[in-house]
């Protein structure tokens, strides 16, 4: 049996169903789920600095500048020797420069695979719009597809409502972002060998079906 799990990154738009996969996936592999996204809305939640200096960036759909991010990502995989044990990466890198600076911090840990999680444009503003997410525990629910009572969590009951950044003009920034600063990052993991494509547009149960065959064919190629 494997002493590790994968180290794993899900690239892709807002909207993609890089939160809904991930869950599943950490979960499956038994391995750690970073979002940043999510690490963020905490702490805004919790009205600590980081939130407070991360609040002013995210709900106009601007990134949060590289330092800070890149510092909670590394406070983090080092817990419990993560970045060893292996890990799924939501929503990070999403820079050249955090690219950079997580094979600099990974070194001889590299990444099994980046997985580009593909999905058109005009898809991901659908889901966006009706995405509706639990403000206690994250889990991620659709207007087409809600809660069972309604307005409450099926997972832990919390109050289920739209994420502050999913406004019109935010959205389109957060795309527009996508294109300038993650694309790239896309081609760094093309040219590593690192890089794996799934089509993110499907539904939900085929794309984490194709996902876990991608992840584990690259992680079972390597010595672990
Ligand atoms: P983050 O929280 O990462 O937001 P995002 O990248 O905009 O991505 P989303 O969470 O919107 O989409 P997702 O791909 O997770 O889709 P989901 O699974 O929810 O980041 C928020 C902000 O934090 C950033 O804008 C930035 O300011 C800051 N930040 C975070 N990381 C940063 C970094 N590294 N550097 C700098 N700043 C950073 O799915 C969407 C909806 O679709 C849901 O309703 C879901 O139920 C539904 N859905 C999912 N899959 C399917 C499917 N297959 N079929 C149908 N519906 C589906
Ligand atoms: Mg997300």
């Known amino acids: ?7 794993l990154v899900l690239i892709g738009k ?3 169903g890089k939160g809904t996969q991930a ?20 702490a805004i939640n919790e009205g ?6 991360a609040a002013a960036f995210i709900n106009r759909g601007e990134l949060v500048p590289d330092e800070s991010v890149i510092d909670l990502v590394e406070t983090h995989l080092v ?3 993560r970045q060893k044990r292996g890990f799924v990466l939501d929503g990070f890198p999403r820079t050249q420069v955090q690219a950079e600076a997580l094979d600099k911090f990974l070194g001889d840990f590299s990444l099994d695979v980046v997985v580009d999680l593909d ?6 503003l659908h889901r966006i719009a009706g995405r509706r997410v639990c403000e206690d525990c994250g889990a991620n629910f659709h207007v087409d597809n809600p809660p069972k009572k309604n307005a409450f969590c099926d997972l ?18 957060r795309l527009e972002l996508y ?46």
Do not use: N, W
Not at 119 to 124: C, D, G, L, Y
């Open 1 to 7: 049996m494997s002493s590790r799990g994968p180290r």
């Open 14 to 16: 807002q909207g993609a």
């Open 23 to 42: 869950v599943r996936v950490a979960e499956s592999f038994g391995v750690m789920r970073l979002a940043t996204g999510d690490l963020f809305r905490a």
């Open 48 to 53: 600590t600095e980081i939130g407070i200096e």
């Open 79 to 81: 817990l419990e020797d």
């Open 119 to 124: 999905v058109p444009t005009e898809i991901v």
């Open 156 to 173: 832990c009951g919390g109050e289920v409502v739209q994420r502050a950044d999913d406004t019109e003009d935010s959205v389109m920034r």
């Open 179 to 224: 294109e300038i600063e993650t694309l790239p990052v896309i081609q760094h993991y093309r040219r590593s060998g690192a890089l794996g494509r799934v089509d993110g547009s499907q539904e939900a149960d085929r794309v984490f079906s194709d996902l876990l065959d991608l992840v584990k064919s690259r992680f079972s190629a390597r010595d672990h």
